[in-house]
């Protein structure tokens, strides 16, 4: 009798050992995990029935005991001719996470989640209303960088482990992933052009340097001292600003990739001029670069500053030591800009 789908193992997330010892208990000979493999990652098939050279027997086999998926594709905001698409999946237990597909020029990135909510709680950030729910497995991150590139017109050359909740507190689940899309033999998307964002974690910085990953890490910084940083962010105190900040030191001193710094400027919290002379003399002798970006209102207490502030806090960086770049962000008008992403009221009984 075939498996029920909600009994069925689902084969999105897992890696070329495990693919092999799955067919090995099947009887088949380890070439097949290759194939297999390349099948769900490579060709990214919905269907057993899409496996060309996998015998029948064996594809009728796989299909009584596995799905190849774990997410299911709910909603889509935005249309295909637009910069910014947003995509809802429903996870098999119920609960919902949000990806982000943005284009600009060349460049298609996808933003994923790695966490149903998230326990950091920055008031600034519309996730943190769902309070944290659940990690997602390495297969539920994964999926939606499978089932988004099936909706992408463009191949995605970008990922950014940005949307829904905390990487470094899914800090396993995310790298596996990542190695997964970096597999040359499978999605074979480059280190360099997959980024994992942190707000801070700074045991997992450390360690991320000590395992010398090639992915591009990201640091949420919003702050130009530690009294700024505890203002929004309350894992400032259990991870203050000079441990971040050795943190950062350590992994500059282990990796070729200069480490991104994200700065939110929010309304006479973050934007003064003051902030930035202080930004400039606390990274100034660090190898980074400087990620300024306007704050994405969310209907709470904290503002977007005035453009003509945002152009002063600009200015006022111009003779800094590092790089700095302005992200506006895209898909606001459909709440997928940075910290927007939130299941919204609407969607929760879909």
């Known amino acids: 009798m075939q498996a029920s789908l ?5 084969l999105v997330g897992l890696n070329r050992r495990e693919l092999d010892t799955i067919l090995s208990e099947l009887g088949e000979p380890l070439y097949r995990g290759q194939q297999l493999f390349g099948w769900i990652y490579r060709s990214r098939v919905d269907s057993f029935e899409d496996m060309g050279n996998i015998p ?5 086999n796989l299909e009584e005991k596995y799905n190849i998926h774990l997410l299911k594709l709910i909603h889509v905001t935005g249309s295909t001719g637009e910069s910014t698409r947003k995509f809802l999946f429903e996870l098999q237990t119920g609960e919902k996470v949000e990806s982000v597909l943005m284009k600009e020029g060349k460049r298609i990135t996808v933003c994923i989640s790695s966490q149903v909510g998230c326990a950091v709680d920055c008031e600034f950030c519309a996730t943190s209303s769902m309070g944290f729910q659940k990690n997602l497995s390495v297969g539920e991150i994964i999926d939606q960088f499978l089932q988004v590139s099936k909706e992408s017109i463009s191949p995605i050359t970008n990922v950014v482990f940005m949307g829904m909740g905390e990487p470094f507190l899914n800090y396993d689940r995310v790298i596996a992933a990542a190695d997964l899309m ?3 033999n499978g999605i074979k998307l480059g280190a360099k052009r997959i980024t994992i964002s942190t707000v801070g974690i700074t045991p997992k910085i450390n ?3 000590d395992e010398k990953h090639r ?3 990201a640091i949420s910084l919003n702050g130009s001292s530690q009294e700024s940083r505890l203002q929004t962010m ?3 105190k259990k991870y203050p600003l000079d441990e971040l900040l050795a943190a950062i030191d350590h992994y500059s001193s282990r990796s070729r990739h200069p480490v991104t710094l994200e700065y939110v400027l929010m309304a006479e919290v973050t934007d003064s001029k003051e902030d930035a002379e202080k930004l400039m003399t606390l990274l100034s002798r660090r190898r980074c670069k400087l990620n300024v970006i306007p704050y994405n209102e969310i209907g709470g207490k904290y503002k977007r500053p005035e ?3 945002i152009e002063s806090f600009i200015a006022a960086l111009d003779k800094a030591s590092f790089p700095v770049t302005v992200r506006w962000s895209k898909g606001t008008d459909i709440a997928a800009g940075c910290g927007q992403l939130a299941i919204m009221e ?3 009984n879909k």
């Not at 909600?6 to 689902?10: D, Q, R, T, V």
């Open 56 to 60: 029948s027997v064996l594809r009728k």
């Open 182 to 184: 970096n597999d040359e």
């Open 346 to 348: 609407s969607f929760v």
């Open 234 to 236: 309350p894992i400032a």
């Open 6 to 10: 909600e009994s069925k193992i689902a």
């Open 207 to 209: 360690r991320y340097a």
């Open 215 to 217: 992915y591009k890490l």
């Open 307 to 309: 453009d003509h502030v």
